[in-house]
């Protein structure tokens, strides 16, 4: 079965802690994305990748960045965590091709800033 | 830009009776449509997606869309509610033409009661 995973379910982290959230997929896809989730606001893309150690950012990127050093990991990176930032953060993957892809999600990671 | 609206909220129906549930679009040019669902605590699912052919599109779990293009809708429906249906629906939208990333509504909320 493909899968999207990420790497913690709930974390708490403290007011300008340097926090790291980690996604692998196993699908060989070349996209990966991060969406943040809120009550009311739907889903927000962050950033998005569409290829090794390229980048491109989303609708609210501020505080946030991204790595993409291998093709299966994508890592979102909050410089410095503030209290507005507790979400739930989900990671997407796709295919690029020919045929339209719909995107496969990892179960999301539920984070709190204390 | 591209946009989807679902304009619900929240919709209540009972087990064993037809629902829908309601999602409109904008983008510059062809749409590509999604639907999404998610259960508590968890990563959004693929239900379906319209790309182009027959306005009537059949997913899973018996649920099936149907695009108009004139109205800019894509409703979600299914004949008969489970109870087990119960869960967060997200209509997405991305343009067809070129690359662009899936734009998600703020989701709606299905209830169905025994």
């Known amino acids: 079965d493909v899968k999207v995973t990420q790497s913690s379910r709930y974390l708490v982290k403290r007011t300008g802690e340097k926090v790291f959230l980690e996604c692998v997929q196993d699908?060989?896809?070349?996209?990966m994305f991060w969406y943040r989730q809120d009550p009311g606001l739907g889903l927000r893309l962050i950033y998005f990748?569409?290829?090794?150690?390229?980048?491109e950012k989303g609708d609210i990127p501020e505080g946030y960045s991204v790595s993409r050093e291998k093709k299966e990991r994508f890592s979102l990176i909050l410089e410095s965590a503030s209290t507005n930032q507790t979400s739930m953060y989900l990671c997407?993957?796709?295919?690029?091709?020919?045929?339209?892809?719909?995107?496969?999600f990892g179960s999301g990671t539920r984070l709190t800033v204390v | 830009a591209q946009s989807v609206a679902q304009p619900e909220d929240q919709v209540n129906v009972a087990e064993g009776n037809p629902l829908t549930v309601k999602c409109t679009y904008s983008?510059?040019?062809?749409?590509?449509l999604f639907w999404y669902v998610q259960y508590p605590n968890r990563g959004l699912q693929f239900l379906l997606k319209?790309?182009?052919?027959?306005?009537l599109v059949k997913g899973s779990y018996g649920f099936e869309a149907e695009f108009n293009k004139s109205q800019t809708s894509f409703h979600l429906k299914k004949p008969s509610a489970l109870v087990s249906d119960s869960a967060l629906y997200f209509c997405?939208?991305?343009?067809?033409?070129?690359?662009?990333?899936?734009?998600f509504g703020k989701g709606t909320m299905l209830l169905v009661s025994p």
């Open positions: 997407a993957s796709s295919r690029t091709g020919k045929e339209v892809y719909g995107y496969t």
């Open positions: 319209y790309i182009t052919g027959d306005n």
């Open positions: 983008v510059s040019g062809n749409p590509y």
């Open positions: 990748s569409y290829d090794v150690k390229m980048k």
């Open positions: 699908m060989d896809h070349e996209n």
């Open positions: 997405a939208v991305r343009d067809a033409a070129g690359y662009s990333t899936l734009t």
